[in-house]
């Protein structure tokens, strides 16, 4: 685990520092930062959103008595999108518009409902009780 933290926080920097030259010797400096600017205020946007459509879902779910899983699991990548598009870059920008998008979500819920599929078929899911 340790290692691959290591590199994630080796890799993503080396990325948005690289792309954040490329995109600024090609049109600018000034457009570069008027369009991390303007992805930052339409993501801030898109999280204010889907933020509150999630609510309104997590509170008709609940009225129903039913647990509101696929609604908890939409805020849980709503809230990791927020996070990526507070860091400064467009890598992790594209990666938090990503998250936060209804339709690419969709597609995070099944890998991580595969990744997870794959866990417990293969016993390497452990499950604490308190």
Same mark, same amino acid.
Do not use: C, N
């Given at each position: 685990?340790?290692?691959?933290?290591?590199?994630?926080?080796?890799?993503?920097?080396?990325?948005?520092?690289?792309?954040?030259?490329?995109?600024?010797? !090609?049109?600018?400096?000034?457009?570069?930062?008027?369009?991390?600017?303007?992805?930052?205020?339409?993501? =801030?946007?898109?999280?204010?959103?889907?933020?509150?459509?999630?609510?309104?879902?997590?509170?008709?779910?609940?009225?129903?008595?039913?647990?509101?899983?696929?609604?908890?699991?939409?805020? =849980?990548?709503?809230?990791?999108?927020?996070?990526? !598009?507070?860091?400064?870059?467009?890598?992790?920008?594209?990666?938090?518009?990503?998250?936060?998008?209804?339709?690419?979500?969709?597609?995070?819920?099944?890998?991580?409902?595969?990744?997870?599929?794959?866990?417990?078929?293969?016993?390497?899911?452990?499950?604490?009780?308190?």
């Amino acid at each position: 685990m340790f290692v691959r933290l290591f590199i994630l926080f080796l890799i993503v920097p080396v990325i948005e520092i690289y792309l954040l030259i490329k995109v600024g010797s !090609l049109i600018g400096a000034v457009p570069t930062v008027a369009v991390l600017l303007f992805i930052s205020l339409a993501g =801030a946007w898109l999280v204010r959103h889907q933020g509150f459509h999630i609510l309104r879902r997590i509170q008709a779910e609940l009225g129903q008595g039913r647990l509101p899983a696929a609604e908890l699991l939409d805020g =849980a990548l709503v809230l990791v999108g927020g996070v990526l !598009l507070l860091t400064p870059g467009f890598f992790t920008d594209f990666l938090g518009l990503f998250f936060l998008i209804p339709v690419t979500r969709v597609f995070i819920k099944q890998a991580l409902g595969l990744w997870l599929q794959r866990r417990l078929s293969r016993g390497q899911f452990i499950v604490r009780r308190f």
